[in-house]
């Protein structure tokens, strides 16, 4: 049985001080960083795979968590710059999700 939903808490970065727009470029260069890593398992840059997949899987992961991290950093800035309920806009998110049929209500 799979679960419903993935449940993650990262922390808030307390030796930084993020802002909007380097959030959004560290955003990108964290998606960038997990595009670079699949598409070097997948061949993608002409090169031969040499790590075993529990290494490269290991490796999506850690980059995956690095997208993440910065996600739930933009959220802290949002939160506390703009005044913005990410709460509020977590349940609006789940909404359109089940009205775009990705998910059952």
């Known amino acids: ?7 993650i808490s990262l922390p808030k970065l307390n030796n930084l ?3 909007l727009e380097s959030t959004a470029l560290k955003l990108m260069e964290e998606a ?7 598409g070097k398992f997948r ?3 002409g090169e031969d795979v040499i790590m075993e997949h529990e290494e490269i899987y290991d490796k999506i992961s ?6 993440a991290q910065v996600a739930i950093s933009m959220m802290f800035v949002l939160e506390e710059k703009y005044d913005i309920d990410i709460d509020a ?4 998110h789940i909404e359109k999700l ?4 990705y998910m059952k209500g």
């Open 1 to 7: 049985m799979t679960k419903e939903y993935k449940s």
């Open 17 to 19: 001080e993020p802002n």
């Open 32 to 38: 960038g960083e997990l595009a670079q890593v699949i």
């Open 43 to 45: 061949g993608m840059n």
């Open 62 to 67: 850690m980059e995956l968590l690095d997208v």
């Open 89 to 92: 806009k977590i349940s609006k």
């Open 98 to 101: 089940i009205k775009k049929g």
